[in-house]
């Protein structure tokens, strides 16, 4: 388990590694798969942003339920940007091994916590939480 992280980590710092594996893919795959992970990028500077406006100006929430919100969405947003790296990494290897690329529970897990967020914005505005 440790070998196997600290050999994903190396790939993340050094991705000229990934060419000693398999064989190159088409480049429309390998700039695809870029893609996918700039969308994903796009995605953890968006929560971000989120995260920073629902902390900056819903001040007329409780600093609790601000808090909390505030943090589900940095803490997803930290989530989307190493998952990206590493999603990125591992359909990388899969093309050049030509193997299945890698199947992801990460997509699941992203729109719960946005959901979760959300919804506890309505039941804040809905049962009136609102106020310091």
Known sequence: MRDRLSATLRLWFAPQRLREEGTTPDYRFSLANERTFLAW????????????????????????????????????????????VNHWVRCERAMRRGED????????????????????????????????
């Open 41 to 84: 990028i796009r995605t953890a500077l968006a929560l971000v942003a989120g995260g920073i406006a629902v902390d900056q100006f819903l001040t007329d929430l409780r600093w609790g339920a601000r808090t909390a919100v505030a943090t589900v969405l940095l803490a997803g947003a930290a989530l989307c940007a190493v998952r990206a």
């Open 101 to 132: 690329l890698p199947a992801s529970r990460f997509p699941v897990l992203l729109a719960g916590g946005t959901a979760f967020a959300a919804l506890l914005v309505v039941v804040v505005v809905v049962f009136g939480l609102a106020g310091r």
